[in-house]
């Protein structure tokens, strides 16, 4: 490339390329970047390592949870037992307050027949 005054803007000083130089990383920078970077990536494969076994248990124990989890029709024969035992059991309290009744109409007729027998004796 030929210089002419022209072009001449367009080239780099010695100024610009010792700022660009102060800029640029070194060997040594670069070393010191990949091992870091080695380093995070290590860190990072055993965090991916732990949330994959983590995941793989929460798998395993949903999977048991599942397994021993009630269906909707085994809570509707429990609830449909529950409700049939319920039914017979306000029949026997209607029952026993049925018997309850009668047996103080016997004993109000037992005493009216005392109060009768003890007039005629």
Avoid at 15 to 37: N, P, Q, V
Avoid at 45 to 50: G, P, R, S, T
Avoid at 60 to 77: C, G, P, Y
Wanted: no cysteine.
């Amino acid at each position: 490339m030929k210089f002419t005054a022209k072009n001449n803007n367009n080239v780099a000083t010695k100024d610009d390329i010792k700022a660009i130089h102060k800029i640029m990383a070194t060997k040594t920078d670069l070393k010191k970047l990949e091992k870091d970077l080695r380093h995070d990536m290590a860190i990072t494969d055993n965090k991916i390592d732990k949330l994959i076994t983590d995941s793989l248990n929460t798998h395993e124990r949903l999977q048991k949870i599942e397994e021993t989890m009630a269906t909707k029709d085994d809570i509707n024969k429990v609830l449909g037992a529950v409700d049939m035992a319920i039914g017979q059991y306000q029949e026997i309290k209607i029952e026993q307050l049925s018997n309850l009744s009668a047996h103080q109409r016997f004993e109000a007729d037992t005493a009216k027949l005392k109060i009768h027998a003890e007039l005629q004796a």
